[in-house]
């Protein structure tokens, strides 16, 4: 038996136990699940937004809920409550009322900004580049928000969830989505 080894290894244990325990001490623990993944968005064409990526849209989130679920975003501008999740993805939080400050405001709108991103409306999939020609005939087109993709049931009738703005080149350059949970 080779002592000096035997002492090495020893050492690596007692130190990786330690430095773990350090970790554990202070209460950093990496997320999980800190990402949200995969990148697909499913919406029905008329009952709203089901999922963005693996974060569930099952009930009203907080910003709060969306770190507990997902994890932190890559950054978060505290004035306006836009969560960068990375790969094109921002996600704004919003209260009409009440709280300001940011884990506690509700999850309101979300913008798609790279071709990462695929986007399902019950089985049509549209995502950032593809050729306008995919937008329905006939979609309205909201100022701001681009052509109407998918809808859900709102207070007095139906709103839009799931838009498709398109730029110069005639093709989509952004998706921008519609969850409406902050009580309006």
Not at 87 to 98: I, K
Not at 158 to 178: C, D, E
């Amino acid at each position: 038996m080779n002592l000096t080894a035997t002492l090495k290894r020893a050492s690596a244990v007692v130190l990786a136990t330690a430095i773990g325990m350090a970790v554990l001490a202070t209460g950093v623990v990496p997320a999980a699940n800190a990402a949200i993944g995969p990148k697909v968005i499913k919406a029905s064409k008329t009952n709203g937004i089901k999922s963005i990526g693996n974060l569930k849209l099952d009930r009203r989130l907080t910003l709060a809920d969306v770190k507990a679920r997902v994890g932190e975003p890559k950054s978060l501008n505290k004035k306006t409550c836009e969560a960068n999740y990375g790969a094109g993805l921002t996600l704004t939080f919003v209260s009409f009322g009440g709280d300001t400050k940011c884990d506690k405001l509700a999850l309101q709108v979300g913008s798609v900004d790279s071709k990462k991103w695929k986007v399902l409306v019950g089985k049509k999939v549209y995502r950032k580049g593809m050729s306008s020609n995919r937008i329905p005939a006939g979609a309205k087109k909201f100022p701001g928000y681009g052509y109407q993709l998918a809808s859900m049931p709102f207070v007095t009738g139906r709103t839009g969830t799931v838009f498709a703005t398109v730029g110069g080149s005639g093709k989509i350059a952004s998706i921008k989505l519609f969850i409406g949970g902050a009580g309006d």
